[in-house]
């Protein structure tokens, strides 16, 4: 055979195969995706493919467990955003995190990491909850998504279920720095002496003094479009 001939057809092979892989990969659920978060209505992080997360354990018929964050480096700097996994209905709508009329804490998260992977602020739902928020079940302590588009697609595997979503989510979220795993001391003192003198009295809120005990708040909006296969529970 000829050798320019079996040369030219080894080469072919090769560029179809790269062209298959390109093709799955580009068809590969999770390559697409995308997210851009905002914070405080200033500073923007944007986030596509694999630097957008999504954890779940798993969808049934009517509802999935997850959770929709991103990952960006920015001057040094590593910015992870995280809702925290919830449980969503499968359709379009506007969901609260915990929801009205229940106990909890939001379990949405924003932290900041130097080049070591060292966490440098860990600002999260729960601590906002406890630093800034105005009643038992202030509604700026909740984590909000509004869904408008949950759409169920065909599964590339079985007992697997392929969903396409896109919305938006916010929340606020706190951070204060501990002191050997402890609250500052001035902090912790405040907060118990005020809730001795309220006994018999509604509850005190917030329930730490945030300027005393040195806390610092961000607000998180974010929008996202994402398709990802889930396990089929």
Do not use: W
């Not at 790269?18 to 093709?23: P, R, T, V």
């Not at 038992?136 to 396409?164: G, H, N, Y």
């Amino acid at each position: 055979m000829n050798r320019n001939l079996t040369g030219s057809c080894v080469l072919a092979a090769m560029l179809a195969a790269c062209h298959d892989q390109a093709a799955q990969a580009k068809d590969a659920p999770g390559a697409a995706n995308t997210m851009s978060c905002i914070i405080d209505g200033a500073t923007t992080f944007s986030a596509s493919g694999k630097d957008v997360s999504i954890a779940s354990l798993g969808t049934t018929a009517a509802s999935a467990n997850l959770g929709l964050g991103l990952h960006a480096s920015s001057i040094g700097r590593t910015h992870a955003i995280s809702t925290g996994l919830v449980e969503l209905p499968i359709a379009q709508g506007s969901y609260q995190f915990p929801k009205p009329g229940t106990p909890g804490a939001s379990g949405a998260s924003y932290r900041i990491r130097n080049d070591a992977n060292e966490t440098l602020e860990d600002y999260t739902g729960s601590a906002y909850g406890q630093f800034y928020a105005l009643a038992e079940q202030d509604p700026q302590a909740r984590l909000v998504l509004d869904i408008t588009r949950f759409q169920k697609l065909p599964a590339a595997m079985p007992k697997t279920q392929r969903l396409s979503i896109a919305g938006t989510f916010r929340f606020n979220a706190a951070y204060v720095a501990y002191v050997k795993g402890k609250l500052p001391d001035a902090c912790s003192t405040e907060a118990l002496t005020r809730s001795m003198s309220n006994i018999g009295k509604p509850v005190s809120y917030p329930r730490y003094n945030p300027d005393i005990c040195g806390a610092k708040r961000h607000r998180v909006e974010c929008k996202f479009d994402v398709t990802q296969d889930l396990m089929l529970l």
